[in-house]
């Protein structure tokens, strides 16, 4: 399974698929079937998903470490439709059609805290990067930010009273920069430090704005969707749009591959489209895969695999036993073991590790993740060098060209002296 990148669906049910192949996976629903599963997220381990219904029945976590098992039932009848995980997954926020957002302690199993500065139903919610701030927004077209640290929140600001917002997102690279939509179908991007408006893309869409996503790849892309039947692709940098495609049925979700080469939409008909951005001008593969509109898509957080061989020489029933260590380091630190024993020589499986080996095994690994740590920061020590050199190289050279073509003093001089040799001259002759 950790092989596969993994994306899940919301709608009348839950779907797990295969992002290249777009198979099912896994199928099921934690919720009442009557209503559509409204939201959903992935843990930072990519073990765990967290969803709540459109009635907010109750907020769920499922297991996904074999089959999908709820394993942790919150918000019992509060009326959560809208879920956010931290990036340590040990803090879940949600919002609904009671007004409040709730901030959950999945450790402790409690309700860490609630806020109530909204007047009506929360429509959005989400952490920053740095899961010091919680970002919401409502009906009344107010978005709020929330301190974590200090427990104060923002000055409600927005697209303007009464424009429900109905997505919000916070940049993946510029950790300050948060996108907004809205169901007057206007796109808003905002410093998220100031609350000040970066940018208004007013009338963007037609039709309400549903979704929208910032590129993981690339600083200056993010694109929405709407039930105009729209993607609309836009540059950060020069606040402009750079492309539009109309699709065949109004669009309610949106997600990047983690890669950030392609680009996955949900539409209002249960169907999901396949986009490679290098081309928009067609899907790439379209799948059903709902009977009600498709409401959220989410792709399973980027892991880097880092695939360590050791080759260990134990004495076990005469055959030597050689083991594969292979963990997955993810980009929040967290990292899982999986062990499998390869014989040479002998039939069958070695038998079970002693926790003598188990303990060589876990020393090999944290000593071959201190490497992998040491080369990442010299890496990283080397670039911010190059970078400066770079920089302080091209200094010089602006440098020189200004001092060769700007007026200098001594240019200054000759021009004085000659203007005085002219009205010497004409004076005398």
Known sequence: MEDVTR????????????STSMTVLEQFNPHSATHPVAQVCWSSSNQYLVSA?????????????????????????????????????????????????????????RLHRSLKDHKEEVTCVSFNGGDSYIASGSTSGEIIL???????????????PNVPIHDLRYSLVKRSLLGTVSDSGSVALWDANTQKELHLFEGAHKAPCSGLAFSPANDLLFITVGLDKKIVCYDTSSKMVFRNKQVESPLTAIDFTPDGAGLVVGSTQ?????????????????????K?????????????????QLSVLFVQNH?????????????DGCFDLNLAAVESGAEGRGAPLTSVQMDFV??????????????????IINLQVEMVRQFYIQLTEIHGLIEKYSVNDSLIEEIERLREENKRLRANY
């Not at 509109?293 to 880092?306: A, M």
Request: glycine fraction near 6%; aromatic fraction near 8%; hydrophobic fraction near 35%.
């Open 146 to 160: 929330h301190s974590i640290t200090t427990n104060l929140s923002s000055k409600p600001f927005g697209h303007g």
């Open 7 to 18: 994306l899940v669906s919301s709608g009348d049910c839950l779907k797990i698929w295969d």
């Open 270 to 290: 249960g169907r999901i489209y396949l986009y490679d951005l290098r081309n928009l001008s067609a899907p790439v593969k379209i799948t059903t895969a709902h």
């Open 292 to 308: 009600t509109s498709v409401t959220c898509i989410r792709f399973q957080n980027s892991t880097s695999k880092l695939k360590v």
């Open 53 to 109: 219904s459109s009635i907010g029945d109750k907020l769920v976590v499922s297991s996904l470490k074999s089959s999908p098992v709820p394993v942790m039932e919150l918000g019992e009848g509060k009326k959560q439709t809208r879920v956010s995980l931290n990036s340590t997954s040990q803090f879940l926020v949600s919002g609904g059609l009671d007004n409040t957002v709730n901030i959950w302690d999945l450790k402790t199993k």
């Open 362 to 379: 876990r020393n090999m690994i944290h000593e071959a993740l201190e490497d992998f740590r040491d080369t990442c920061h010299r890496d």
């Open 319 to 331: 055959s030597r036993v050689s083991y594969e260590v292979v963990f997955f380091f993810s980009f």
